[in-house]
C-alpha cells in the first residue's frame, strides 16, 4: 500500500551534490592570525552522543580495547622518564618505539587519542582512567625537563632538523604527542594535558622564533605530521591568536600553490607526509576563514579521490604517489594502501562534507570505512596493518603486539576507538544519516534520540527510530548511496513515494512523534571498479563493498603471516612470494555473468564456469589466507 503524505511531512530527494555550493557562502576576512572559527553548514554529533550497538563495529572497537588495555603504561613511559633524568626499570618496547629508533614515543601520542576517543565513544571510566594516567606521568616528565619540551627522545634531534641534519621526522613525533594532549583535554577533560600541551607550544614558538622564511622552508621538507592543524585546533580551543600564527609557519607553500592553482603535482611525494599538511590546511580555513586553504583542500580531495584512489578508497603504493593521476595499474604492489593515509583521508573527508554535505563524500568515508578500515585489526589480538597488498596471491601482514609500533599501529588504533564518528551528522533543523551501522545518537539540544537498527551490509535494510519527549518538526536525511539499484522507504509501516536517486539523500521533513519509525532499503548489485588505464584489470564490489577472491594459505605459516621485530626506519616485509590469480573468462560486461551468491552466506559468492574453484567475500572478513582484489577479465 502506498502512503500518501499529508501536510506535516514533506518528502524530498533534493538535498544531493546540488543542495549546498561547492563551498559554503561565508564572508570571512583572510587576516593572518585571526581566530574567527567559521560555523560549518554541518557539524558532527559529539563522540559522547552516539553509542554503538550490537554488530560488526562494536566488536571491532571492544577487541581494540582489550589492546589498548594490554599495554603496559611503564613501558609506554619508558623512554620519556629517561629522557626526562627520570628513573624507570621498566622493559623497553620494541620496533619503532625501541630506545634506539629515532621516532620513539610517537605511538604514546596515539595511545593518548585512542583512549580518549574510545572513552568518549563508550563512556569507559577504566580506559578515561589510563590516559588521565598517562597525562599525569608525561606532565611530571615535562617538569622534570623544565622547559616545556616533552619527548621520548631528547632535543639533539632538534638541533640537528635545525643544522639539516638527518634526523626522523621530530616534529612527527611531537605532533602526536600533542595531539594526543589535545584529546585527552577535550574529549576527557583533562586540564593538566591542556597545560602540558601549552608547554610544549611555547616550546615550539620558541624553537621557531629564530628561523628566517627560507629557513623555515627547509624544515617542512621532513615529516611534520599535522603541526598546522594541531596549532589551528588550539588556536580555536583557546582563542588566542598566537598559535594560529605559529600554525602559519607550518603550512607548507611548496605542496599548497600547485594546489591552490588547481594542478595535481604530487607525483613523487610521499603520501602520509602530504595528507596531514592538507587536512591543516582544511582546519586552517576553518579557524582563519582564508579561501585559499579552503581551495588547496577541496582541490586535493578531488583529484586524489577521483584519480588516485584504488577500489577501496585507499591511495599509495610503497607509501608514495609514483605516478601520474589516472594510472594506477602499475601501482599494485603488496605495499598498497599504507593505512595511515585511509585514516588521514577520512579525516579530510569530514571537513568537505561539513561545508558542501555533498553525498560524495560520505560515498567516500563508506568505501574507506569498509575496505580500509574494518579489516586491517586482526579480531584474534587488536593487532594492526601497515599496508593493504591489493597485487594478487598477497596477504595482510600483520604487526605483533610489542615489536613493531608502526605508524599505521598508532592511527588505526585511534581508527578504532571511534568508529562512530561520522555516522551522523546534523544542521540547525534536522539528521543527516549517513553510515549505515548499529547505533543510537541523541542530540540534547532538540530532545531528540534516534536508533538505527540494521545488518548491513549483510542486508540492504535500514531501520530508524525516533524517541521523543514532544512532538517534534525537523527534516531526518538519510543518504542515498551511489551504488544503490533502486530503493524504498516506509514510515510507520506505510510506503512512501518519490525514493531519491542514488548519490542524494531521501528527506523525511514532518512533525515526528515518539516511537515513529523510518524504513530504507537500500538494495546492492555487483558490479566492477575497473582501473582507469587498464580497463581489463577489475575489482569485483557489492554496494561499497570489495569482494576478494580467496586464494588459500599455502606456503603460509605462523611465522610470516605476521610481521618479525621491525628494525629501526625498516618496515614489514614478506617472506614468502605471492601466487598468481586465475585469469576470469566470461565476465567482461557483469560480474553476475560468472558469480553467483551462496545461500544461506550472506556476501559470498561462487565462481562459475571457470578453471578452477573460486569464492569471493568482503575483503575486510580476509585473515590469514592469500587473496585476489583485481582479476584480469
Given at each position: 500500500?502506498?502512503l500518501?503524505?499529508?501536510?506535516?511531512?514533506?518528502?524530498?530527494a533534493?538535498?544531493g551534490?546540488?543542495?549546498?555550493p561547492?563551498?559554503?557562502?561565508?564572508?570571512l576576512?583572510?587576516?593572518s592570525?585571526?581566530?574567527?572559527?567559521?560555523?560549518?553548514?554541518?557539524q558532527p554529533f559529539d563522540?559522547?552522543?552516539?553509542?554503538?550497538?550490537?554488530?560488526?563495529?562494536?566488536?571491532?572497537?571492544?577487541v581494540n580495547?582489550?589492546?589498548?588495555?594490554?599495554?603496559d603504561?611503564?613501558r609506554?613511559?619508558?623512554?620519556?622518564?629517561?629522557t626526562?633524568?627520570?628513573?624507570?626499570?621498566?622493559e623497553?618496547?620494541?620496533?619503532?618505539?625501541?630506545?634506539?629508533?629515532?621516532?620513539?614515543?610517537?605511538?604514546?601520542?596515539?595511545?593518548?587519542?585512542?583512549c580518549?576517543?574510545?572513552?568518549?565513544?563508550?563512556?569507559?571510566a577504566?580506559?578515561?582512567?589510563r590516559?588521565?594516567?598517562?597525562v599525569?606521568?608525561?606532565?611530571?616528565?615535562?617538569?622534570?625537563?623544565?622547559n616545556?619540551?616533552?619527548?621520548?627522545?631528547?632535543?639533539?634531534?632538534?638541533?640537528?632538523?635545525?643544522?639539516?641534519?638527518?634526523a626522523?621526522?621530530?616534529?612527527?613525533t611531537?605532533?602526536?604527542?600533542?595531539a594526543?594532549?589535545?584529546?585527552?583535554?577535550?574529549?576527557?577533560?583533562?586540564?593538566?594535558?591542556?597545560q602540558?600541551?601549552?608547554?610544549?607550544?611555547?616550546?615550539?614558538?620558541?624553537?621557531?622564533?629564530?628561523?628566517?622564511?627560507?629557513?623555515?622552508a627547509?624544515?617542512l621538507?621532513?615529516?611534520?605530521?599535522?603541526?598546522?592543524e594541531?596549532?589551528?585546533?588550539?588556536?580555536?580551543?583557546?582563542k588566542?591568536?598566537?598559535?594560529?600564527?605559529?600554525?602559519?609557519?607550518?603550512d607548507h607553500?611548496?605542496?599548497?600553490?600547485?594546489?591552490?592553482?588547481?594542478?595535481?603535482?604530487?607525483q613523487g611525494l610521499?603520501?602520509?607526509?602530504?595528507?596531514p599538511?592538507?587536512?591543516?590546511?582544511?582546519?586552517g580555513?576553518?579557524?582563519?576563514?582564508?579561501?585559499r586553504?579552503?581551495?588547496?583542500?577541496?582541490?586535493?580531495?578531488?583529484?586524489?579521490?577521483?584519480?588516485?584512489?584504488f577500489?577501496?578508497?585507499?591511495?599509495?603504493?610503497g607509501?608514495s604517489?609514483?605516478?601520474?593521476?589516472?594510472?594506477?595499474?602499475?601501482e599494485?604492489?603488496?605495499?598498497t594502501?599504507?593505512?595511515?593515509?585511509?585514516?588521514?583521508?577520512?579525516?579530510l573527508?569530514?571537513?568537505?562534507?561539513?561545508?558542501?554535505?555533498?553525498?560524495r563524500a560520505?560515498?567516500y568515508?563508506?568505501?574507506?570505512?569498509?575496505?580500509g578500515?574494518?579489516?586491517?585489526?586482526?579480531p584474534?589480538?587488536?593487532?594492526?596493518l601497515?599496508?593493504?597488498?591489493?597485487?594478487s596471491?598477497?596477504?595482510?601482514?600483520?604487526?605483533?603486539?610489542?615489536?613493531?609500533?608502526?605508524?599505521?599501529?598508532?592511527s588505526?588504533?585511534?581508527?578504532?576507538?571511534?568508529?562512530?564518528?561520522?555516522?551522523?551528522?546534523?544542521?540547525?533543523?534536522?539528521?543527516?544519516?549517513?553510515?549505515f551501522?548499529?547505533?543510537t545518537?541523541?542530540?540534547?539540544?532538540?530532545?531528540?534520540?534516534?536508533?538505527?537498527?540494521t545488518?548491513?551490509?549483510d542486508?540492504?535494510?535500514?531501520?530508524?527510530t525516533?524517541?521523543?519527549?514532544r512532538?517534534?518538526?525537523?527534516?531526518?536525511?538519510v543518504r542515498?548511496?551511489?551504488?544503490?539499484?533502486g530503493?524504498?522507504?516506509?514510515l510507520?509501516g506505510?510506503?512512501?513515494?518519490?525514493?531519491?536517486?542514488?548519490?542524494?539523500?531521501?528527506?523525511?521533513?514532518?512533525?515526528?512523534?515518539?516511537?515513529d519509525v523510518?524504513?530504507v532499503?537500500?538494495?546492492?548489485?555487483l558490479?566492477?571498479?575497473?582501473?582507469?588505464?587498464d580497463?581489463?584489470?577489475?575489482?569485483?564490489?557489492y554496494?561499497?563493498?570489495v569482494?576478494?577472491?580467496?586464494?588459500?594459505?599455502?606456503?603460509?605459516?605462523?611465522d610470516?603471516?605476521?610481521?618479525?621485530?621491525?628494525?629501526p626506519?625498516?618496515?614489514?616485509?614478506?617472506?614468502?612470494?605471492?601466487?598468481?590469480?586465475?585469469?576470469i573468462?566470461g565476465?567482461?560486461?557483469d560480474p553476475?555473468?560468472?558469480?553467483r551468491?551462496v545461500?544461506g552466506?550472506?556476501?559470498?559468492?561462487?565462481?562459475?564456469?571457470?578453471?578452477?574453484?573460486?569464492?569471493?567475500?568482503?575483503?575486510?572478513?580476509?585473515?590469514?589466507?592469500?587473496?585476489?582484489?583485481?582479476?584480469?577479465?
Amino acid at each position: 500500500m502506498t502512503l500518501r503524505i499529508p501536510r506535516r511531512t514533506f518528502v524530498a530527494a533534493a538535498f544531493g551534490t546540488a543542495s549546498l555550493p561547492l563551498w559554503p557562502a561565508t564572508s570571512l576576512g583572510q587576516a593572518s592570525g585571526q581566530v574567527t572559527t567559521i560555523h560549518n553548514p554541518l557539524q558532527p554529533f559529539d563522540l559522547k552522543d552516539v553509542r554503538l550497538g550490537a554488530g560488526p563495529a562494536l566488536e571491532a572497537a571492544q577487541v581494540n580495547r582489550r589492546y589498548l588495555l594490554e599495554l603496559d603504561p611503564d613501558r609506554l613511559l619508558h623512554m620519556f622518564r629517561l629522557t626526562a633524568g627520570l628513573p624507570s626499570t621498566a622493559e623497553p618496547l620494541g620496533g619503532w618505539e625501541a630506545p634506539d629508533n629515532e621516532l620513539r614515543g610517537h605511538f604514546t601520542g596515539h595511545y593518548l587519542s585512542a583512549c580518549a576517543l574510545l572513552a568518549a565513544q563508550t563512556g569507559d571510566a577504566e580506559v578515561r582512567a589510563r590516559g588521565d594516567l598517562m597525562v599525569t606521568e608525561l606532565a611530571k616528565c615535562q617538569a622534570a625537563l623544565g622547559n616545556g619540551f616533552l619527548s621520548a627522545f631528547p632535543e639533539e634531534l632538534f638541533d640537528r632538523l635545525r643544522a639539516g641534519k638527518p634526523a626522523w621526522a621530530p616534529f612527527y613525533t611531537l605532533h602526536k604527542i600533542m595531539a594526543g594532549l589535545l584529546d585527552s583535554y577535550t574529549l576527557s577533560g583533562n586540564e593538566a594535558a591542556l597545560q602540558t600541551l601549552l608547554g610544549m607550544a611555547k616550546w615550539t614558538a620558541a624553537w621557531t622564533q629564530p628561523l628566517s622564511e627560507d629557513h623555515m622552508a627547509r624544515v617542512l621538507e621532513r615529516e611534520y605530521g599535522g603541526m598546522n592543524e594541531l596549532l589551528y585546533n588550539l588556536g580555536a580551543v583557546t582563542k588566542d591568536a598566537k598559535w594560529t600564527e605559529l600554525a602559519r609557519r607550518f603550512d607548507h607553500e611548496r605542496v599548497f600553490a600547485p594546489l591552490a592553482a588547481g594542478r595535481d603535482e604530487l607525483q613523487g611525494l610521499h603520501v602520509n607526509t602530504t595528507i596531514p599538511k592538507v587536512i591543516g590546511a582544511a582546519r586552517g580555513y576553518e579557524v582563519t576563514g582564508d579561501r585559499r586553504l579552503q581551495n588547496v583542500a577541496g582541490y586535493f580531495w578531488h583529484t586524489v579521490t577521483e584519480r588516485r584512489c584504488f577500489c577501496t578508497g585507499g591511495t599509495s603504493s610503497g607509501e608514495s604517489w609514483n605516478t601520474p593521476p589516472g594510472q594506477l595499474a602499475k601501482e599494485l604492489s603488496g605495499y598498497t594502501q599504507e593505512c595511515c593515509v585511509t585514516y588521514n583521508m577520512q579525516k579530510l573527508t569530514r571537513h568537505l562534507f561539513q561545508w558542501t554535505g555533498d553525498a560524495r563524500a560520505a560515498d567516500y568515508y563508506e568505501r574507506a570505512y569498509y575496505n580500509g578500515i574494518l579489516g586491517v585489526q586482526h579480531p584474534s589480538d587488536g593487532d594492526k596493518l601497515y599496508y593493504v597488498p591489493l597485487q594478487s596471491g598477497f596477504w595482510k601482514l600483520f604487526g605483533t603486539p610489542l615489536h613493531d609500533f608502526w605508524c599505521c599501529t598508532g592511527s588505526m588504533a585511534e581508527s578504532f576507538a571511534k568508529l562512530g564518528d561520522s555516522i551522523y551528522f546534523h544542521d540547525e533543523r534536522g539528521v543527516f544519516v549517513n553510515l549505515f551501522v548499529p547505533s543510537t545518537v541523541t542530540w540534547a539540544e532538540k530532545d531528540v534520540r534516534l536508533t538505527q537498527e540494521t545488518r548491513f551490509p549483510d542486508s540492504d535494510t535500514v531501520r530508524l527510530t525516533v524517541h521523543l519527549k514532544r512532538p517534534t518538526a525537523m527534516p531526518l536525511r538519510v543518504r542515498v548511496p551511489s551504488w544503490v539499484q533502486g530503493g524504498s522507504a516506509s514510515l510507520n509501516g506505510r510506503a512512501l513515494d518519490g525514493f531519491a536517486s542514488p548519490g542524494s539523500y531521501f528527506v523525511v521533513d514532518r512533525r515526528w512523534r515518539d516511537g515513529d519509525v523510518l524504513e530504507v532499503r537500500l538494495p546492492m548489485r555487483l558490479h566492477y571498479a575497473v582501473i582507469p588505464d587498464d580497463p581489463t584489470l577489475r575489482a569485483v564490489m557489492y554496494g561499497p563493498i570489495v569482494l576478494a577472491g580467496r586464494l588459500g594459505a599455502a606456503g603460509l605459516t605462523k611465522d610470516n603471516l605476521r610481521a618479525g621485530p621491525t628494525k629501526p626506519r625498516t618496515i614489514p616485509e614478506y617472506t614468502s612470494d605471492p601466487v598468481a590469480a586465475p585469469a576470469i573468462v566470461g565476465g567482461s560486461d557483469d560480474p553476475s555473468n560468472w558469480l553467483r551468491p551462496v545461500a544461506g552466506r550472506p556476501l559470498e559468492f561462487q565462481a562459475t564456469g571457470q578453471a578452477t574453484p573460486l569464492t569471493l567475500v568482503p575483503l575486510h572478513r580476509v585473515f590469514d589466507e592469500r587473496y585476489a582484489v583485481y582479476w584480469k577479465v
